[in-house]
């Protein structure tokens, strides 16, 4: 049984620069969640996806962006990246079918994002 | 707004203690979830438990407990007779549930807690 997997594990960005992540969830999830863990702190929570549709969003600026494939896979989007934007970020998979819910979000181990 | 505390950044216990994580939560929903994961230094979030706000019942899994006092805003996190293999940090988070359509919000996390076990 499959894992959340994430790629790549570490990438190494400039200012201004363009990055994607990319999030293959737990066999049987159809949810995916992003987060972004600065060093030191607790994850912060980016945004949620289901049916392919941004259904949950948390206080990040509008250069994040996402997206959720058929196959619930998703991709997180960074643009005009910042020294700030450098940390962990964490894809979680959950399970969301109609009449059947689980809270449980099983995590990834992470891409490492570091902007010089 | 949700929000979770946990007050103790560093911990550092001799094993064998008992050691206890503290964790205050913040929201205004009746309807709520509590976590907890561990946090390795990979990176990886490893899920603990889940408890809902119905249901103050503790729980107990072998050296791991969990007290959740509504009363006190509080779920906190034992590990008895500690050994150095559950060093590590860990994390104490809320989930507010959706109004519809089943499924968790996002998860509200604390800022974690390192745990050292010294031999």
């Known amino acids: 049984d499959a894992g959340v997997t994430q790629s790549p594990t570490h990438l190494i960005k400039t200012r201004g620069q363009q990055v994607t992540l990319r999030c293959s969830p737990k066999?049987?999830?159809?949810?995916v969640s992003w987060y972004q863990q600065a060093l030191g702190q607790g994850p912060q929570f980016i945004f949620q996806y289901y049916e392919e549709e941004e259904r949950q969003r948390g206080n990040f600026p509008d250069r994040f962006s996402g997206h959720q494939f058929p196959n619930y896979s998703s991709e997180l989007n960074v643009n005009a990246l910042l020294l700030g934007d450098s940390a962990l970020y964490l894809c979680?998979?959950?399970?969301?079918?109609?009449?059947?819910?689980?809270?449980?979000?099983?995590f990834g181990p992470g891409t490492r994002l570091t902007v010089t | 707004a949700q929000k979770v505390t946990q007050a103790q950044t560093e911990i550092s216990v001799v094993e064998k203690e008992d050691v206890t994580l503290d964790c205050v939560y913040e929201t205004r929903d009746t309807t709520y979830y509590l976590f907890w994961y561990k946090q390795p230094p990979s990176g990886e979030l490893v899920f603990l438990i889940r408890?809902?706000?119905?249901?103050?019942q503790n729980e107990i899994s072998g050296r791991y407990s969990w007290n959740f006092q509504k009363s006190t805003s509080s779920f906190n996190f034992t590990i008895t007779a500690s050994q150095v293999v559950v060093s590590a940090v860990y994390v104490c988070?809320?989930?507010?549930?959706?109004?519809?359509?089943?499924?968790?919000?996002?998860?509200?996390f604390g800022k974690g807690t390192h745990l050292i076990i010294q031999p």
């Open positions: 408890r809902n706000s119905f249901d103050e």
């Open positions: 988070a809320l989930s507010e549930a959706q109004g519809s359509g089943g499924g968790a919000d996002g998860l509200t």
């Open positions: 979680a998979s959950s399970l969301r079918l109609a009449g059947i819910s689980s809270y449980e979000q099983y």
């Open positions: 066999s049987g999830h159809d949810t």
